[in-house]
């Protein structure tokens, strides 16, 4: 139904939708990669796949829609930028910090990350949290789910596991 409606009115509407998006981006920060046009398509793209009904049909509603879907669609831009920024600076402070380990020793600790995984999947996803992407113990709790105490219990032991998987391999 509303793809129907989306390409009988889009006449009209992809005009009205790229200078939306262009109002919209002038309040972003400055050097935002997405342009107004690519937003106004995004949009497009979002309303064509979108499952939902629409309670009002008329041409207002479609325009409250298009407008919540540019406003998550910048939200979520942001977000993502936000996450690369900060793994970025994550990543140059590690090297600062951290000597380069031997590709020797990466392979291990690489199997037994593996023999972890098959021993307790969610403790594995919380080593390579910690200590591959670098987010704190903090990060990595809210990120799973985890009460604060039963984290520090699964790094003490993911620390031994594979201290001792290492040892063997």
């Given at each position: 139904m509303l793809q129907k409606t989306i390409q009988r009115e889009l006449v009209w509407f992809y005009p009205w939708l790229v200078e939306f998006s262009r109002r919209l981006l002038g309040g972003e920060r400055t050097g935002h990669t997405l342009q107004p046009t690519a937003l106004a398509h995004e949009v497009i793209s979002k309303l064509m796949r979108w499952e939902g009904e629409m309670s009002d049909s008329s041409k207002r509603g479609l325009q409250?829609?298009?407008?919540?879907?540019?406003?998550?669609?910048l939200i979520d831009s942001g977000r993502k930028h936000q996450t690369r920024v900060k793994a970025f600076k994550r990543i140059a402070a590690q090297k600062e910090q951290?000597?380069?380990?031997k590709p020797a020793t990466v392979d291990k600790l690489l199997m037994a990350l593996e023999r972890l995984r098959g021993f307790d999947?969610?403790?594995?996803?919380?080593?390579?949290l910690r200590f591959f992407e670098g987010y704190s113990r903090q990060e990595a709790v809210e990120i799973l789910n985890l009460s604060p105490r039963t984290a520090a219990r699964k790094w003490i032991f993911a620390k031994a596991?594979?201290?001792?998987?290492?040892?063997?391999d």
């Open positions: 409250q829609l298009a407008a919540c879907m540019a406003r998550k669609t951290s000597p380069a380990l999947a969610e403790l594995a996803r919380f080593v390579e596991y594979l201290a001792k998987a290492m040892e063997q």
